[in-house]
């Protein structure tokens, strides 16, 4: 368990430390190493994790990512720029299958780049599942497949969603 | 398609079009949050309408650049998708807790 943060710390350390050294033409460390100690310290205190994922099934996945990116960018536009655009704006509840917290984070960040959805954030009940709070543009549109496809997508991608004797 | 040298013609269309796709895009965000009638509204039209807007214009910057800057300029694309994904989350998030304490 402790190897494991370890190894994410040290993963995302690099991983930090090579996007400043591009951006940045491998100047200004001075600046970034108190960055990065605040970086560690958020990282250990939050048990953020490193999520294991299915290469096989990241180009499907980036793929369906950038389909509703460009559908989602689309139907703003589309609406920003109608002579009478259609608004039917209101919260939504979404009970989510996803189950990891890291997981859900995730959904909830991607589904703000979504056709007609941005998220606020999850509730937690035990009684019940997970819920994601949505805003979304249109209440009376089908924003739900949307969302449902992106949670399949990402049970498919990462490895801790899916259980034992699950087919892909 | 050479870097520094001169463009095909097939390259100018297709970078010109890339370009005017991403302006379009800035040009629709922009009116969105003239027109949208709340503050969540709004930050649909920002986080999704500027993202590809700025994709497109780096995809037809790409065409007058060599690899690495091609990569870095990617590379800025993913960083300004996630920082504008988690903002705009907070953002909703920070509005509604105001909104319900009222």
């Known amino acids: 368990m402790i190897f494991q943060r370890m190894t994410d710390m040290a993963m995302l350390s690099i991983l930090a430390a090579l996007v400043w050294a591009a951006l940045t033409q491998n100047q200004g460390w001075w600046f970034f190493l108190p960055l990065w100690l605040l970086m560690l310290i958020w990282q250990y205190f939050a048990r953020l994790t490193l999520p294991s994922v299915r290469l096989q099934v990241l180009p499907g996945f980036i793929w369906f990512f950038f389909r509703q990116l460009v559908l989602g960018a689309f139907d703003v536009g589309w609406r920003a720029l109608a002579r009478e655009p259609q608004f039917s704006p209101q919260w939504q509840s979404y009970s989510m299958s996803l189950t990891k917290p890291a997981s859900q984070r995730l959904l909830a960040s991607l589904i703000s780049l979504l056709p007609g959805t941005c998220s606020a954030g999850v509730e937690q009940d035990p009684q019940q599942p997970d819920q994601l709070l949505l805003h979304v543009l249109d209440q009376h549109a089908d924003w739900q497949t949307g969302v449902r496809a992106l949670e399949q997508q990402l049970t498919r991608l990462l490895k801790q969603e899916t259980r034992a004797g699950d087919t892909l | ?102």
């Open chain 2, 1 to 102: 398609m050479s870097v520094g040298g001169e463009l095909s013609v097939i390259s100018t269309l297709l970078s010109s079009a890339l370009l005017l796709t991403g302006l379009l895009f800035f040009i629709a965000g922009s009116v969105a949050m003239l027109r949208f009638p709340d503050s969540y509204s709004r930050l649909h039209a920002v986080t999704k309408a500027d993202s590809l807007g700025l994709g497109s214009i780096i995809a037809g910057l790409m065409f007058y650049c060599n690899w690495w800057q091609n990569l870095l300029m990617l590379l800025i694309w993913l960083l300004v998708l996630a920082s504008g994904t988690v903002s705009c989350q907070l953002l909703a998030r920070f509005c509604k807790t105001k909104q319900d304490q009222a």
